[in-house]
């Protein structure tokens, strides 16, 4: 009964967060009774999600849509306009989903992880990366970046990379493959088509070499 609750928890079974079972399991099998704080709290964050879904994505997708379906009449200016646009979109529709859910986990007096944190106020794309679904990056990294890393495979890479290419690209290549590995599924889980894939592996590269070349 208790597995079944926590899988089926309504609320964040759309866009997440995913919460995991140690974090979430006390709040939701603990016995509750009505908090009319944590109630109006929880409404005013259901009503923000619904404001960021309804009236500015919703609202916004209609000129992204416009700018992206007829490229040759609106270019240049228009073009960076609906990058501008695009990226107000996707923020205020998702993180508008996750208000949605905590704000409703709040008002059952059940507590569920944040998942936004100012993305758009990150300093790098690996900031950025920790501060966008936060919840989704914690989940690749302890559940195939961490094991995958040292895994028989990666390790016997790296013994054959040592050997082959020097201690310094060695020890580098399992980490490099298992980041790689983490980035396409990012990609794959956005969507399943070449162009998530590769905008997945995009992000992965260039967070590697900006970590390059931090130490150079």
Same mark, same amino acid.
Request: charged share 15%; net charge positive.
């Given at each position: 009964?208790?597995?079944a609750l926590y899988?089926?928890?309504?609320?964040?079974?759309?866009?997440?967060?995913?919460?995991?079972?140690?974090?979430?399991?006390?709040? =939701?099998?603990?016995?509750?009774?009505?908090?009319?704080? +944590?109630?109006?709290?929880?409404?005013?964050? =259901?009503?923000?999600?619904?404001?960021?879904?309804?009236?500015?994505?919703?609202?916004?997708s209609t000129a992204?849509?416009? !700018?992206?379906?007829?490229?040759?009449?609106?270019?240049?200016?228009?073009?960076?306009? +609906? !990058?501008?646009?695009?990226?107000?979109?996707?923020?205020?529709?998702?993180?508008?989903?996750?208000?949605?859910?905590?704000?409703?986990?709040?008002? =059952?007096?059940?507590?569920v992880e944040e998942?936004?944190?100012?993305?758009?106020?990150?300093?790098?794309?690996?900031?950025?990366?920790?501060?966008?679904?936060?919840?989704?990056?914690?989940?690749?990294?302890?559940?195939?970046?961490?094991?995958?890393?040292? &895994?028989?495979?990666?390790?016997?890479?790296?013994?054959?990379?040592?050997?082959?290419?020097?201690?310094?690209?060695?020890?580098?290549?399992?980490?490099?493959? &298992?980041? /790689?590995?983490?980035?396409?599924?990012?990609?794959?889980?956005?969507?399943?088509?070449?162009?998530?894939?590769?905008?997945?592996?995009?992000?992965?590269?260039?967070?590697?070499?900006?970590?390059? /070349?931090?130490?150079?």
């Open positions: 009964g208790k597995f899988v089926s928890f309504f609320p964040q079974l759309v866009q997440g967060p995913i919460s995991r079972f140690d974090n979430i399991s006390q709040s =939701l099998f603990e016995l509750h009774t009505y908090n009319h704080k +944590g109630f109006i709290r929880g409404s005013y964050r =259901l009503l923000w999600g619904y404001l960021k879904k309804m009236v500015v994505a919703d609202r916004i992204v849509l416009t !700018i992206i379906s007829d490229a040759d009449t609106y270019n240049g200016a228009f073009a960076l306009l +609906g !990058i501008v646009f695009y990226a107000i979109q996707i923020y205020a529709d998702f993180s508008g989903g996750i208000d949605i859910t905590i704000g409703i986990s709040e008002m =059952l007096g059940i507590k998942n936004f944190v100012r993305p758009y106020f990150s300093k790098s794309i690996k900031e950025y990366w920790r501060r966008w679904h936060i919840t989704m990056g914690l989940w690749f990294k302890d559940y195939v970046f961490y094991p995958l890393s040292v &895994s028989t495979p990666m390790l016997k890479l790296s013994k054959f990379s040592r050997k082959h290419f020097g201690k310094k690209i060695g020890k580098r290549i399992p980490v490099y493959a &298992s980041a /790689l590995t983490v980035w396409f599924l990012t990609g794959l889980w956005h969507g399943a088509g070449w162009n998530f894939i590769v905008w997945g592996l995009l992000n992965g590269v260039a967070i590697l070499i900006s970590d390059e /070349l931090k130490n150079v």
